[in-house]
């Protein structure tokens, strides 16, 4: 069997809530060994945080449980000596730390980067922070919904209306750790080939910056100020939300075939040859008496009627779902996006990654996670013991607080 691109390569992650756990989450689907370091006090604040409160209270929340299964947990105290001497000799075998602390915390524990990596030369240390390591912002705390204000995506989220608009999930802190983990995945390829480690500073900002890249460009190098459409493209028109006569549907009919094509399949062959729509620059100037045209032939029948049609001719359309209803389509479950995991009386479900790899041939070659998401500490042990701690010597340290 074909093992999977990271099997072999050993991650600690110090991070907590969603950025550094996610890119974290990232790094064990793709086959990494991912060692969790928490607190012993509680560990992992997403531990609590979900819409079930009595997995919250078990210190197993939803929120926690979605990007970290496949992880191991380890608990140490990183204010106490004999805690961060522990953490010295993980990282002295690791080939990844991920952290998301606030800049200069790792630097006033003893632990920072430049220590570590004389320790372990060839180590990849990734920093995930709110602003970056340096700037006028840098030590500024910073959660999703922050950035995502301070980035501008909130400016471009919604309609006229109702925008400024937060997306509705956290989008910055998903977007910083998936940044996290290509550019990890980047620096050990280096890192193998060179025998030198380096170190990542993540910016949510920047990477949310980044993904916004269309926007961005047309405020550089147009000097356009982009202003919120709501459930409209900017790029083109038709393309967007429309009412039908039962639900709502998404269609993109971002090319003058596919326009024409969608004309005829709602029976309005004649709007192509308006001069309001004849072209595709004209089909934007015009876009909200094209949707009226529009809309009022799809009220003759529902959205998951005219999806069907329009998927026939060639026409992108979806349907507008819920979330309970995004997971239950065949096309997810058919493809195994979900997975659930035994864990005790309760069951963990899980989402795998984005992507399957072609040569899949086992269960945790298609982008799932190996095992459940972890208990608070349920490897201390096990680990403890890899590294030469004897038994007597663990419950002293377990008595003295250092894990």
Known sequence: MISLPLSGIRVLDLSNVLSGPFCTYQLALLGADVLKIENPDGGDLARRLGADPQASARNMGASFVAVNAGKESMTLNLKHEAGKDILRRLVADADVL??????????????????????????????????GNDGPLAHRPAYDQIIQGMSGAMSVTGDADSAPLRVGYPV???????????????AVLAAQRTGEGRIVDVSMLEATLATMGWVVSN????????????????TAAPSGTFACGEGRLNIAANETRQFVALCETIGRPDLPQDERFADRNTRKLNRAELKREIEAALAADSAANWEARLAEVGVPA???????????????????????FADG????????????????KGETQDGRPATRAPHLSEHTQARLERLGFDPATIAKLKDEGAI
């Open 98 to 131: 991920v952290e998301n602390f606030r800049p200069g915390v790792m630097e006033r524990l003893g632990l920072g980067a430049p220590s570590l990596l004389e320790r372990n030369p060839r180590l990849v240390y990734c920093a995930i922070s709110g602003f």
């Open 172 to 186: 910055s802190d998903t977007v910083g750790g998936m940044s996290a983990a290509l550019a990890i995945c980047a």
């Open 219 to 234: 405020y550089l190098n147009a000097g356009v100020r982009p202003t919120p459409m709501g459930n409209e493209n900017f």
């Open 318 to 340: 979806g349907l507008v779902l819920s979330v309970p209803d995004a997971i239950d389509q065949p096309q997810i479950a058919g493809r195994q996006f979900v997975h659930a």
């Open 345 to 360: 009386e309760t069951v963990q479900r899980v989402t795998r990654a984005g992507f399957r790899f072609a040569d899949a």
